[in-house]
C-alpha cells in the first residue's frame, strides 16, 4: 500500500487487491515484478462473459454468507452493520476529479466506484479480443488488444487496443486475478495511459471495475465472500 490511510481505510482498500479497487495483496497473491513471469497471455486465461460484481455480492440471498464470515471476525452483534459498510466501501458513485475533491474535504468518506463505465454492462473476454455489451445485449466496442511493457506501482498488466479510435477503451490495467485464483477480476480502463497509473488522481481517481462470471455458481460467491471479509478484517485487527 503506497498511500497512508485511517487504520480502517486500509483494511477495506486491502482487499479489493482480492475483489477490485485495493492495492495491497498478500504473499500469495503479489504478483511478479517481471510481468512476462505472469504470461503474456494474461487475457487467454480469463476467457467468459462477466458482470459486476458489487451488484451480485449485495443480493439478499447472499446475506448469510456474509453473515457466516464476518462474525467470527466482529462478532454477531456487528455483522450486519461490518457487511453494510464493507460493501458500501465499494459501491460509491463519484469518482474522478469530483471523488478526490469530496475525499479531500472529508476523508472518513473515502470509498470506491467499482461499478462498470461508458455505459457496459457485460464484458466478454475472447483471446485477445475485449467486447463490452450494454444492458440490451447490444455492442458497446470490441477491439484485440496487445500487451504493453509498463511499469506501474499496483503490479497490473497491461493492454492497448490495436484498433484506432478505441476511445475509452483504448487501455486496459488488469490486476492478474483469475476466476480460479480469487474468485473474481479487476481492471480499469481509459482512453488516456496516465489516468491508469494512480488510484488516486486523474480523470479516473477512485475507480476499480470488479467483475465476476455471469456463469457463477454458490460456491464461488461463498469464496469471494470470504475473501473479501477476511482480507479486510484481518488487516483492521
Request: hydrophobic residues 35%.
Amino acid at each position: 500500500m503506497k498511500k497512508k490511510f485511517a487504520a480502517f481505510i486500509l483494511c477495506v482498500l486491502c482487499l479489493l487487491s482480492a475483489v477490485g479497487c485495493g492495492q495491497a495483496k498478500t504473499d500469495e497473491q503479489t504478483p511478479p515484478t517481471d510481468q512476462s513471469a505472469v504470461t503474456d497471455d494474461y487475457l487467454t486465461t480469463i476467457s467468459g462473459t462477466y458482470v459486476e460484481l458489487f451488484p451480485e455480492l449485495s443480493k439478499s440471498e447472499y446475506r448469510n454468507i456474509w453473515i457466516d464470515a464476518t462474525t467470527p471476525l466482529v462478532g454477531a452483534e456487528n455483522a450486519e452493520t461490518t457487511t453494510d459498510m464493507l460493501l458500501g466501501m465499494c459501491m460509491a458513485e463519484p469518482y474522478g476529479p469530483e471523488a478526490a475533491e469530496k475525499y479531500a474535504a472529508d476523508p472518513d468518506s473515502m470509498a470506491f466506484n467499482c461499478y462498470f463505465l461508458g455505459g457496459v454492462d457485460k464484458f466478454v473476454m475472447d483471446g485477445h479480443t475485449i467486447t463490452g455489451l450494454d444492458a440490451q445485449g447490444q455492442e458497446v466496442f470490441s477491439h484485440t488488444y496487445k500487451l504493453l511493457d509498463e511499469e506501474n506501482e499496483n503490479g497490473f498488466i497491461f493492454y492497448q487496443s490495436e484498433d484506432e479510435n478505441s476511445g475509452q477503451f483504448t487501455y486496459f490495467a488488469f490486476s492478474p486475478d483469475t476466476m480460479e485464483t480469487t474468485y473474481h477480476l479487476e481492471f480499469r480502463y481509459a482512453e488516456d495511459l496516465s489516468d491508469l497509473q494512480s488510484w488516486f488522481e486523474g480523470n479516473y481517481a477512485y475507480w476499480n471495475a470488479a467483475a465476476i462470471a455471469e456463469d457463477y455458481d454458490q460456491a464461488t460467491m461463498k469464496n469471494v465472500i470470504e475473501l473479501f471479509t477476511t482480507e479486510n478484517l484481518s488487516a483492521a485487527e
